[in-house]
């Protein structure tokens, strides 16, 4: 009698399974996270599959967005104040750094690789050049507590949020109540982060028979299907996979990639292979920036290629091309550029809407 | 009103319910030669080294009660805790359990699998608390930080920050405790405390001889890490079982 007078208490005030939680400050909860707000659809572009990002842990909102979203442009999760994820990651050069090889961090230091580019993130199964973080949602930890970028510790970020009065309402609308805690600090961001989709390129346009390309693009096309599809298959321009494509390591740097997670020597020069949508507005390239133009890192698998244990196989003839080819495959690339994208302003600072944009296509 | 009238209702229901369930409380002591870990104390290792211990942090969690002799296994749901030494609280882990005979407690020291690529997590496993790589994602299991006459390394350090979840390098260890008389029945509401202690002279030489002078630190995955793991999985031992 007392089970049953209790069971319909607790559905008739909406409270249930309550009676085991005496611990629940101490236990661990994965998928719980008291989502709330409108929802948001994923943006699924013609073409691209099925994404890898479990949605169910935590649902879009337009709310969780918008405070990912602020959180993205906060320089208070930097130490000093002066380096938001924005400051490596700029929407004019599709979320990687405009202009410079390695990016700058707290007290005038170095990032140790090139900042890679953010969009079509919910895609992606591994994160970081040499794939060290497995979820989007824990992947901003690595910069925040990174002592040469945003050099903070994540117990003063969440002081600093809590301090900041602006913030408790947005944690309201997106979670239902005020509390601030490290966890829905990161399925905020990953909200906004996941939200960045590039799907509209004009080599999309044309796969959905929306334009046509120039002759040379065509043909920069065929050949890159013939020699570069291997690594960058169509419609990611990933395979997400790590391959050493035989640059030698920096003597300064001494990065050997993927070995340094795996401790495997097998994976020594290994780095993720990365999209190349939106390739042009993305210079300098390689994991540590070491290439300016496009036609250079092209060139690099014609001359360049240096021959280690772990050389990726499709590499070890080169891929030979003409300097009339390249520029055509240089061609076929900046198709890849995404405007709507670099400029879509529900993307940019919501503070300073002004986007700087290359202007392209 | 109805509201209010329900509210005082279920909150009765409630704490009643409470009152009713069964517990399971496990004590965790973190000892050197029975002598209690303490930031203020120094200990000598097997290998005379002497040492500190400033910090002591671990994972205790998929916590299980056992019946060997019907090879049944009840695991406690959402059981995740860090035990921190210098939080008395933390120490104790207080679980409703169903009633029932069992003869052994098991817990992974560390974290699953699943849990370390799960993204997000609040609690016990909130990154805020420290024992989260933020280079490579995952839960350190222990950590262990003092200072040693015998490391080489500035000030003397040791610093142990043990992880890794993947193939060869995992280092989460299942321990299973048999308790000291045969089976203990957990039931009628009561609370049985059960006294764990973790010597952490083990810790150094138990599976593997690891002398402070050789690895005064060792914080990332990999052959030592793991072989850590086969020491500090054979430091706890039951006590004593008690009821409350």
Redesign the interface.
Known sequence: M?IK??TI??I??G?VS???S??????????K?NTTGTPLKQEIPAGFPEPVY?FQ??PLTEEGFVLGRKLFYDGKLSKDGNFPCASCHQQYAAFATFDHPLSHGFNNQFSFRNAPVIFNEAWQKEF?LDG???????QP??P???HNEMSET??NV?FKIKEDTSYAPLFKAAFNDNTI???????AM?QFTVSLVSGNSKYDKVKRGEASFLFYEQHGYELFQTHCTTCHPEPMFTDFSYRNIGLAADPSLKDYGRM??T?DSNDSLKFKVPSLRNVAVSSPYMHDGRFWYISQCIRHYRDGIQKSATLDPALINGIQLTEREIADVNSFLRTLTDSSFLRNPRYADPEHKTILSPDVH | ML?SL??I??SF??Q???QQ?THLEIRFSNVVDNKPVSPDSSYTNSFGENYTIQRLKYYI?NIELVNTKNHKRTTIA?????VDNSNED?RV????VNDGSYDAISFLLG?DSL??????????????NGM?W????GYVSIKIEGRSTASNLPQNLIEYHLGGFKGP?KVNQRINLSFPRSNIELSNNKTIVVYVKADLNLFFNSVHSLPIKTNPACT???RLARQYSENYATIFSIDKIENK
């Open positions: 007392t007078l209790f208490l607790s008739l005030s409270t309550v009676s085991n005496v611990e629940s400050c101490r236990k661990g909860e994965t998928a996270t479990k842990n935590n970081n060290g973080v497995n979820n989007i949602e824990v930890l690595a925040i507590t990174a994540i117990e969440i805690n490290s966890q829905r600090v990161l399925k990953a340094k997670i401790n | 509201t329900l509210a209702f279920l229901f409630l009643k319910n409470l369930q969690t959402d059981s995740y805790f860090l933390s882990i207080s679980l409703p974290v849990h370390n690529v799960s993204g997000a997590q609040s609690g016990a496993l909130d990154p805020m989260f933020t280079w490579n994602t390098d990332s995955p990999g």
